[in-house]
């Protein structure tokens, strides 16, 4: 089993700034792909950003050149750095790791608010 931990939201101003964070109970190694996605009140689930084993970035047109995904393996860990917020940001942002190997799978974690709001 995989254990999958966010930290870094909170409220912040628009333009502001912020880093989340999202850490693996296990090695992320075997992780085919590691994502962040997004939920508003009263909207679907969306992927923001995504990072692949290679190191290949895909994100949602909506946060291009706002955003940077990435990734330190060794510490098993993926940030997603925040950039120019604005009030449409504001979400529930969770983490999302696809394992393959012996911890087969796609995990969540609990998710962490962010609020972008004057």
């Known amino acids: 089993q995989v254990q999958l931990m966010e930290s870094g939201g909170g409220l912040v101003q628009p333009g502001g700034s912020l880093r989340l964070s999202c850490t693996a109970s296990?090695?992320?190694?075997?992780?085919?792909?590691m994502s962040w996605y997004r939920q508003a009140p009263g909207k679907q689930r969306e992927l923001v950003a995504k990072?692949?084993?290679?190191?290949?970035?895909d994100y949602a047109d909506s946060v291009k050149g706002r955003f940077t995904i990435s990734r330190d393996n060794a510490k098993n860990t993926a940030h997603l750095q925040m950039n120019s917020l604005k009030p449409e940001d504001t979400a529930v942002y969770y983490c999302?790791?696809?394992?393959?190997?012996?911890?087969?799978?796609?995990?969540w974690g609990q998710g962490t608010q962010v609020t972008v709001s004057s």
């Open positions: 999302n790791a696809d394992y393959v190997g012996a911890f087969r799978g796609s995990y």
């Open positions: 990072i692949e084993t290679g190191g290949a970035t």
């Open positions: 296990q090695s992320v190694f075997s992780v085919k792909a």
